[in-house]
């Protein structure tokens, strides 16, 4: 049951790792002084990851305004639940909003389907 995080938290942790990777991509490009072309382009690759993981934090933001605030029963920890299976934030303990999906094994592929 560890693998499962929040989708909130997937996101969010997507998003800082693109950051970063922007911030890698641009330096390794300031190993290509010499030549002007490469170095451009790894600045524009570096500074497009940057711009993408902002409008991914908007995104979070927005969808945070969606999702359903929940108790969690292991924690007794308000968590924010998206879609209708989700983990908890602070525990990954997976949880459901479909009464028929209580107790059954943890499924991403649950969101998907209609009911
Ligand atoms: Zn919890």
């Given at each position: 049951?560890?693998s499962?995080?929040?989708?909130?938290?997937?996101?969010?942790?997507?998003?800082?790792?693109?950051?970063?990777?922007?911030?890698?991509?641009?330096?390794?490009?300031?190993?290509?002084?010499?030549?002007?072309?490469?170095?451009?382009?790894?600045?524009?690759?570096?500074?497009?990851?940057?711009?993408?993981?902002?409008?991914?934090?908007?995104?979070?933001g927005?969808?945070?305004?969606?999702?359903?605030?929940?108790?969690?029963?292991?924690?007794?920890?308000?968590?924010?639940?998206?879609?209708?299976?989700?983990?908890?934030?602070h525990c990954?303990e997976?949880?459901?909003?479909?009464?028929?999906?209580?107790?059954?094994?943890?499924?991403?592929?649950?969101?998907?389907?209609?009911?």
């Amino acid at each position: 049951m560890l693998s499962f995080t929040s989708k909130i938290n997937k996101i969010r942790t997507f998003a800082l790792a693109l950051v970063f990777a922007g911030i890698v991509i641009m330096y390794i490009g300031l190993f290509f002084r010499v030549n002007q072309f490469v170095m451009s382009a790894f600045m524009i690759l570096g500074f497009l990851a940057i711009i993408a993981s902002t409008i991914i934090y908007f995104w979070i933001g927005m969808l945070s305004s969606k999702t359903i605030q929940v108790t969690c029963p292991e924690c007794n920890k308000p968590t924010k639940m998206l879609g209708r299976v989700d983990a908890c934030m602070h525990c990954n303990e997976p949880l459901t909003l479909d009464k028929s999906l209580e107790g059954k094994e943890f499924d991403q592929a649950y969101n998907k389907k209609r009911p």
